[in-house]
């Protein structure tokens, strides 16, 4: 079994958009033998990328969902998760981050670190996912992966151990010089599948020593064994060098650095080789869970459970992803300890309910393969397994439960309603399947309108999801004007008190609360806290759930413009209770009357808006007239950089400004401008802007 885990490999390949990380897993599975053929991204020779299996995938030429395959390389396995690159599909790269063990993390040799590769970092410190880099696109014009690296250790923060040196640039570039063997690497034949070493070229001996004095350099700081065989005057053997640089990686002391064209078949099969000597195994990682069988005082840390890869172990696992397919309900699970059977059934931590787990396969883009069981490390699906994203599953004598993956807010929503009121039901269906699958959809009703909305993380998010709603549910539907999605926030605390007395003749309703809203910081990972400072046994213990999930509900639909109201913790310090007259039902009604009419009209509310970090790419001859443009929309450029005629414009935009930028950046460059964006959190709206808002939506935007 450990040997089994010790050649195991969970991995993710993550990137910008258009950095090539679904061509790069094209080859991979080729060079590992699990294709037989290549095919494009973009469908061209009408069959489209394995692991993009989604017809909307293959029209557009975009990876929207996470696909999941495993191959096998010198003896290693590989379970391989390619992710979206688009901003608006980032839940699929936090979701698969969140229950990978290492990853790598693709950077175009012309474009360096991009929006999405910023947030894909951070996403990667958040789970302390290790990863490798690999600078793609070599053979590109304009290609310096100098320029790549000096941003990563300046955008990224990286310690960066270069493994590589390119032999040649653009259309030049014909291998790579491998620092860790001193070797020159070539690829040959009409797909690059035959490796070739050789002796390093006479002109970049000089070039290759001192780069590899340098990487001897970076490792020897993060590893105190390599130093000493440096310091002795001894040259470090080639296992020496690998073992210090997988032991650093694994560490976060250091990031490794490879490079290659996909597009050309060059260094995939170095990249591969640094995946199993680089990336930690299941058992190089550790996993914690939390254990639910100790309780936990108001405001401590939960108790964690240290989780171990045996088999034998009590069973626990975390379904990561849900989706429909033509097989049904999919969920996809990772088992951290223990084994998965076929037929058994486990207890879902978050519901207390038991799932039996019918039917188990193993998953290879849009391919299944049935399997009798999964150990720990595994990663599969369950076909007909009924749960949300996030849950865990366990087996008896086992209480514990994984922590959660982190949802991004929807920052836009529109209006959508069935053309003909026969399919409306088919509408519903299809809403709730997306909002099952996919966490950052959301839909309701308006209050105010009465009208069906969907929210997403931005227009192609949800133009893919009506896409579907039109064609895969065979289902017409009117789409409304895109809406921010806005959000209100109190600027002060308010001490509260009030009480429910109401006599109707029969049983009576009494309710006494006693508390303070606080403002949250600004840059609280929550949007709502409570906090039980009740003693002496004031308030029925029974009641206290009641209480928090009404404080929470008042908070979905605020009194300036029916948004959500969020930076708000509920501390509930007394209160009072009537043995006869007091219910869930009276306490519910108490905390509405009190929201309503006592707490929130004294907060002070202000609006917030969503605010994006924008990243735009144009000739340098219209950088002027784009930085003036994103003055108006009140933008705040935070850098411009010009590089070979091409200007890079990095700026904070309000998302509302932004809705109709896509044409207008064509307009502005004569077709020629690009830009990425990517959530960067809320900000309060100006007092000029939060009154035009609230003017528009009709309804009043000032408390007394």
């Known amino acids: 079994m450990s040997t089994r885990l010790q050649r195991l490999r969970n991995i993710g390949i993550s990137a910008h958009i258009d950095s090539g990380k679904t061509t790069l897993t094209e080859r991979m599975l080729y060079y590992c033998g699990r294709i037989h053929a290549m095919h494009d991204v973009r469908g061209a020779d009408g069959h489209g990328a394995t692991m993009d299996s989604d017809p909307i995938e293959r029209k557009r030429g975009i990876t929207i969902q996470s696909a999941v395959t495993s191959v096998d390389w010198n003896g290693h396995t590989f379970q391989v998760i390619d992710t979206p690159g688009h901003v608006d599909f980032t839940v699929e790269v936090e979701r698969s981050l969140r229950v990978l063990d290492g990853a790598v993390l693709v950077l175009c040799s012309v474009g360096g670190v991009q929006s999405q590769s910023l947030t894909v970092d951070r996403q990667m410190r958040r789970y302390g996912v290790p990863r490798v880099a690999f600078i793609n696109k070599m053979d590109r014009i304009g290609a310096n992966p100098n320029r790549v690296i000096d941003q990563m250790r300046e955008r990224l923060n990286c310690n960066v151990a270069l493994l590589q040196l390119p032999i040649g640039l653009e259309d030049h570039f014909e291998g790579i010089v491998d620092l860790v063997t001193m070797q020159a690497v070539y690829f040959d034949g009409e797909f690059g599948q035959r490796v070739r070493r050789e002796c390093i070229p006479t002109n970049m001996l000089a070039e290759a020593e001192a780069a590899r004095g340098e990487l001897l350099e970076v490792l020897s700081l993060a590893d105190e064994e390599l130093l000493e065989v440096v310091l002795a005057g001894k040259p470090p053997t080639v296992d020496q060098v690998r073992a210090s640089i997988r032991q650093s990686t694994i560490a976060h002391r250091v990031t490794p650095v490879l490079m290659g064209t996909a597009f050309k078949n060059k260094g995939v099969q170095e990249l591969l080789d640094a ?41 626990v696992a975390m379904a990561f992803k849900t989706t429909v397919d033509r097989f049904g309900p999919l969920t996809f699970v990772r088992v951290y300890q223990g084994r998965i059977n076929r037929g058994e059934a486990y207890l879902n931590t978050r519901t207390g309910k038991r799932h039996r787990f019918p039917r188990l396969v193993r998953i290879h883009a849009n391919n299944h393969v049935d399997i009798d069981a999964a150990d720990a490390g595994d990663l599969l699906g369950v076909v007909g397994l009924d749960c949300a994203q996030g849950d865990t599953f366990v087996s008896a004598g086992c209480n514990v439960a994984m922590e959660n993956i982190l949802v991004a807010e929807p920052v836009m929503r529109l209006s959508i309603q069935a053309q003909r009121h026969e399919d409306s039901d088919k509408l519903a269906k299809a809403l709730e399947r997306f909002r099952r699958q996919d966490p950052t959809f959301h839909y309701g009703v308006n209050q105010e309108s009465g009208e069906m909305e969907i929210a997403g993380m931005g227009q192609l998010h949800l133009d893919v999801y009506i896409e579907r709603i039109r064609e895969e549910h065979e289902c017409a539907v009117y789409v409304g004007r895109p809406q921010v999605a806005y959000k209100e926030r109190p600027t002060r605390d308010v001490e509260f008190e009030y009480r429910l007395k109401k006599q109707t003749g029969g049983p009576g309703q009494f309710a006494h609360i006693v508390g303070r809203l606080e403002v949250l910081p600004e840059d609280s990972e929550v949007d709502f806290e409570f906090q039980d400072k009740v003693v002496g046994g004031q308030i029925d213990r029974a009641f206290l759930p009641t209480i928090r999930e009404s404080f929470q509900d008042a908070l979905s639909c605020g009194p300036l413009g029916q948004f959500p109201i969020v930076g708000v913790r509920i501390v509930l310090t007394d209160g009072e209770q009537h043995e006869k007259d007091s219910s869930e039902f009276a306490f519910r009604q108490c905390v509405q009357e009190a929201m309503r009419h006592v707490i929130l009209p004294r907060a002070g509310l202000e609006l917030l808006e969503p605010v994006m970090q924008l990243e735009v790419e144009v000739p340098s001859e219209y950088q002027g007239g784009v930085a003036g443009n994103l003055a108006r929309k009140r933008g705040v450029v935070k850098a411009s950089t010009v590089i070979d005629g091409n200007c890079r414009i990095e700026a904070e935009v309000p998302f509302a400004e932004l809705l109709d930028y896509a044409n207008e950046i064509r307009s502005l460059t004569q077709g020629k401008g690009t830009f990425t964006m990517t959530p960067n959190g809320y900000r309060a709206t100006p007092k000029r802007v939060q009154d035009d808002v609230l003017a528009h939506a009709g309804m009043n935007h000032q408390l007394a």
């Open 275 to 315: 995946v199993a000597y680089y990336l930690p195994s299941p058992l190089d990682r550790q996993v914690w869970a939390i254990d639910l069988s100790k309780r936990v005082e108001a405001g401590a840390a939960p108790a964690k459970q240290l989780l171990t890869s045996d088999v034998n172990s009590p069973l």
